[in-house]
């Protein structure tokens, strides 16, 4: 079946520091890579998407690339806030357009930007 | 102009009981779903609706029922309800494969 791994938190950076959270697939077929950010006692929100090999997602200062042949969708920015403080979750999505499209997520990684 | 929301936001009860969660879209979304978030933040699918059909249904007891009575609601029912029901619940909806829109959750607590 389908999976996502993340790496472990979590993770604490200083502002202005750049990030990385490492993601990486199994899947059957050919995902759609989604990042997910969730603040503090609240939904998650898309933070970027992907639906093919080399797309690159990017939103906020916030990047990923689809690498098919590494199966990997890392997350990045060069430049990180306090704002940014939250847990992100790496997801992928597989299935048609009629309601089978479940997203499977990884652990998620609690990011704590210091001042 | 919430777009996906869930009531109630917090919902304290005891072992046994049994209890609704409800959540409404106004997106026009022909797809939701239900997920469970436990204590570690793991996020599963439990269900999914497309145009009031049940499509996705996980391995998830037969205590939790979901009800769609149309394309923006999608309900779910627990019924006698055990210590490991407690965490939080997320509505989600879609439309014609785009990405998931989440609702802020419902955090069940089991006493």
């Known amino acids: 079946g389908n999976s996502v791994t993340q790496m472990e938190g979590p993770v604490t950076l200083s502002e202005e520091a750049f990030l990385t959270i490492n993601c990486t697939y199994t899947a059957t077929g050919y995902p759609s890579l989604f990042w997910y950010v969730q603040y503090p006692g609240e939904g998650l929100q898309l933070l970027l998407k992907a639906t093919k090999a080399d797309d690159k997602g990017s939103n906020k200062g916030f990047e990923a690339t689809y690498r098919k042949e590494t199966t990997s969708f890392h997350l990045e920015k060069g430049s990180v806030q306090v704002s940014d403080s939250a847990v992100y979750f790496c997801a992928l999505s597989e299935g048609s357009n009629f309601g089978n499209e479940k997203l499977t997520f990884g652990t998620g990684t609690r990011l704590t930007i210091i001042p | ?111």
């Not at chain 2, 026009?28 to 469970?36: A, Q, S, V």
């Open chain 2, 1 to 111: 102009d919430t777009a996906v929301s869930q009531t109630p936001k917090y919902l304290v009860t005891q072992m046994g009981n049994d209890k609704s969660i409800k959540c409404e879209q106004n997106l026009g979304h022909d797809t939701m779903y239900w997920y469970k978030q436990d204590s570690k933040k793991f996020l599963k699918i439990m269900f999914s609706y497309n145009n009031k059909e049940l499509i996705i249904n996980e391995t998830v007891p037969n205590r939790f029922s979901p009800k769609s009575p149309d394309k923006a609601h999608l309900n779910l029912h627990i019924n006698s309800l055990e210590l490991g029901d407690s965490a939080v619940y997320f509505c989600a909806s879609s439309h014609r494969g785009q990405p998931q829109h989440f609702g802020d959750g419902t955090r069940l607590s089991i006493l």
